[in-house]
């Protein structure tokens, strides 16, 4: 975070194609997918920035934030602005801002493994219910 201390209103990544990629990875989940699933996404993703351009040359609203950047972004700002004000020294604010990415990141391999269990969990019930079929 060290690069982008006093840029408020930027984003966070260094590369903004580096976001980008990180989206396109989350969507497509596996690291070579069915091609035409890359299609599909990329049809997608043309057709998104169409829409965001042509809502930009009619000067409307733009697509709302997700909540958690909101939050992380407004977690930072406050972070920095006690650092600037000498409320809290270099070692603190890194400490919080650490922690503040280390529980995103938990949170989501909670939610990742949530899902999985409750998948295997579905496909288990199913199997159970195949067996029974069948001894009847």
Do not use: C
């Amino acid at each position: 975070m060290w690069n982008h201390f006093d840029k408020e209103g930027y984003p966070r990544t260094n590369n903004y194609l580096e976001g980008y990629n990180n989206k396109l990875s989350n969507h497509l989940s596996v690291p070579h997918s069915d091609i035409y699933k890359a299609i599909s996404k990329f049809q997608e993703e043309e057709s998104d920035a169409s829409l965001k351009y042509y809502r930009a040359l009619n000067n409307e609203k733009a697509s709302p934030r997700k909540k958690l950047n909101v939050i992380n972004d407004s977690i930072l700002n406050i972070h920095r602005q006690m650092l600037r004000n000498d409320e809290i020294s270099i070692d603190a604010y890194t400490k919080y801002i650490v922690m503040m990415f280390d529980v995103n990141s938990i949170d989501k391999n909670k939610k990742k493994n949530q899902e999985d269990l409750i998948s295997t969990a579905s496909e288990h019930d199913s199997i159970e219910s195949e067996l029974e079929e069948f001894s009847e």
